[in-house]
Each structure stands twice: as C-alpha cells, then as structure tokens.
C-alpha cells in the first residue's frame, strides 16, 4: 500500500511539474490565459518559463514577419480599362494581447487583411490612369533600336504619380486603418506582384507588339540588304581598279620587253648583212607561223617577199 501512495505522489509531482514549465522558442510569443482570458502581459523572451498548473492556458504567436498574398483582382483604371492586379504584403503582430482579444487568430487577421489592402488598392487604381500603375518616372525610355532616346521619350504620357507613389499610398491608407481597427498588428509593406491586360484585350496588344516588331524587322532586313549592295558595288569598283592598275602594269612591262627586243633585234642587225638576212629570215619564219596552217594553201607571185625567201633559201 506504501509503494503505490508513493507512485501516486511521484505521478502527481511529474504531471504537476509538466503543468507548470513551458518552452518559448526563439521566433515565437507568448500569452497566458486564466478561464479564456489574457493575464499579464506578452511573454517574448525565449526560455524556460512557469505557470500555474491547470488553470493557465498557453497561446502562442509568430513573433516573424508574416506574409500577406492577395488574389489576383479584375479592377478598371481611371480610363475605364480593365487590368489585373495581383498584390502582396507583410505583417506582423505588435501587440499579442491585443491581438488575442480582438481577432483570436493569424487566419482571422489574415481575412481582415484582405478586405483592407483589397479595398485599398482597388480604389488607388480606379483613382489613376493605366500609364501611371506600369511606370514609376517619366524617365525616357528606347521603344525600339531604330529610335534616339528623344524619339522615343516624346511618345510615352507623362506621369504624374507614378507607379511608388501609389504602392506608397496604399501602405499609408491601409496602416491607418489597421491602426484604428486596434488589432494589434502591424503592417509592413505592400508591393504590386503583376500588372496584366485581361484576356480579352491582351491578345490586340500582343498582336500590336508582334506586328511592330515585325516591321521593325523588316526595316533593318532592308537597311542590310542596302548595306549589303554597297559593298558588292565598293567590291566591283575595287577590284576593276585593281585589274586596271595590274594591266597597266603588264602594258608597262610588255612594252619595256619588246623595246629591249627591237634594240637587240637592231642591234644584230646593224652588225653584218649576213645577221641582217638571218634576222629577216626569221621574221619572215615566225610571219608563217602565225598565218599558214596546215589547211591553208598559197599563191606566191615571183617577186614576192615570201617567195624570194623560199626559193633563195632552197637555192642556197
């Protein structure tokens, strides 16, 4: 009977004793309950903590920044053109007990969230143009590398607010109205995720896109092909002044050669009348050779050059 009294007490001491120790991990807050209630203020120190067995209930929240991750949302600008719009956020809880009392919750919060930044942003896009959601500056910008930045600057509106501005003015309405809801949650930031044409109008703007580029194509095919017939014709010229120069040059050295040729064909000459009968008879020669063939056939009257020729030389 004593053994099983002291298995109880060790029982209860255990049980007592998981009852009232708690671990607060780093990333996380703690609140304690009495009876559903907050008593005491928000434990955020990590460690080993005490409560009162039984009575008290732990409830833990996120100490981290959380995350916000609206739907995409169909939402017409100030020039009445549907776009879709797709945002998000982060968040935090700043006061557990506040946060405790009022939305219970991180899937709660979540819900009020998405009225407020949804609201929010929906009438900072109804309340601007298109233009000024997709640009933040009225930087200048190349629509194309056919066009200078001037050009192409000169064809985009002029923005007024600007894409940051507006992002800048959804946070500051959104915070305020957290702020005064007294949710005890903080809002961070928000950001535009995607800006898309809907459906129906993004098949004109690609085609539009599509179409542009194409001519755009074409005008450089037709710059190239232009570029390409200057220097076929640059090609031509040269070369035709390349062969002129080299004829030129052959002209300049043929006739050299037959200058030197006829000065010692002259010189030979004038040396005996035997080298001058010898250098007539192989003119007369290479006159045949460059005349007759073997299907000609010819009629020498008896006092004719070629003649006299043969019939000394078959005397002699």
């Known amino acids: 009977m004593g053994r099983i009294v002291i298995v109880f007490f060790i029982f209860l001491g255990t049980l007592l004793l998981l009852q009232s120790v708690y671990i607060v991990p780093e990333g996380e807050q703690v609140m304690i309950t009495r009876f559903g209630k907050p008593i005491g203020e928000p434990i955020t120190e990590p460690g080993l903590k005490f409560r009162r067995p039984f009575i008290d209930k732990i409830r833990r929240f996120q100490k981290r920044i959380l995350e916000w991750d609206g739907s995409v949302t169909e939402i017409p600008t100030k020039e009445k053109r549907n776009i879709l719009v797709d945002t998000y956020a982060r ?18 919060a979540q819900s009020r969230l998405d009225g407020i930044l949804n609201g929010e942003t929906r009438d900072a896009v109804a309340r601007n143009a298109q233009a000024e959601l997709i640009r933040s500056t009225d930087r200048d910008a190349v629509r194309d590398l056919s066009q200078t930045l001037e050009e192409a600057g000169s064809d985009l509106q002029p923005i007024e607010v600007g894409r940051e501005s507006i992002r800048q003015e959804i946070l500051r309405s959104a915070q305020k109205r957290i702020l005064e809801q007294g949710w005890g949650i903080e809002l961070l930031d928000v950001q535009f995720k995607r800006i898309n044409y809907i459906k129906e109008v993004e098949s004109s703007v690609f085609n539009r896109m599509t179409a542009e580029r194409q001519r755009i194509a074409d005008r450089f095919r037709s710059e190239g092909e232009g570029e390409a017939s200057r220097i076929r014709g640059d090609k031509e010229r040269e070369l035709k002044s ?20 006829s000065e010692i064909y002259a010189s030979a000459y004038d040396q005996s009348s035997d080298s001058r009968d010898f250098y007539a008879f192989l003119q007369t020669m290479e006159s045949y050779s460059k005349t007759i063939d073997e299907e ?8 004719s050059d070629f003649y006299s020729y043969l019939t000394e030389g078959a005397s002699k």
């Open 91 to 108: 968040w935090r809880i700043s006061d557990p007990k506040v946060f405790l009392e009022s939305l219970k919750d991180e899937l709660t």
């Open 242 to 261: 390349i062969r002129s120069e080299a004829y030129r040059k052959a002209q300049e050295i043929i006739g050299d050669a037959d200058a030197q040729a």
């Open 296 to 303: 000609t056939s010819l009629i020498f009257s008896t006092d």
